[in-house]
């Protein structure tokens, strides 16, 4: 399983762009450890400022955490002037009858419910 948020992938560069571009972020990965490392990785921008970054260990399948997170950004940040819903998760399995009801209900879960 394939499990990108924040922490990975196109998230992560999207994130590194709006970063550099002086955006203060709030960052949200169910992945806790990778989501602290790509933090860790926005020092300072591509310009030589330096933003604010936070992080929340989010399950994008659950609304509680959702609204938890954004509640916690406009209290960490001030306000919240846009968002990038970028989670999406798929299997690694070439076919869709080789997945399990398991991965597809996870995938289904973050890519349809949850973002």
Do not use: C
Request: no cysteine.
């Amino acid at each position: 399983m394939f499990r990108p948020g924040a922490a990975s992938g196109i998230a992560r560069a999207t994130a590194r762009v709006l970063y550099d571009r002086g955006a203060s972020l709030s960052l949200a990965d169910i992945n806790s450890k990778t989501l602290e490392e790509a933090a860790r990785g926005m020092v300072t921008s591509s310009n030589g400022t330096e933003q604010k970054v936070t992080t929340t260990t989010v399950d994008v399948r659950k609304s509680a955490d959702v609204n938890a997170w954004i509640k916690q950004t406009v209290a960490d940040h001030g306000k919240l002037d846009g968002a990038a819903n970028l989670a999406g998760v798929v299997t690694t399995n070439a076919l869709l009858a080789d997945s399990s009801d398991e991965d597809w209900e996870f995938v289904m879960g973050v890519n349809a419910t949850g973002v």
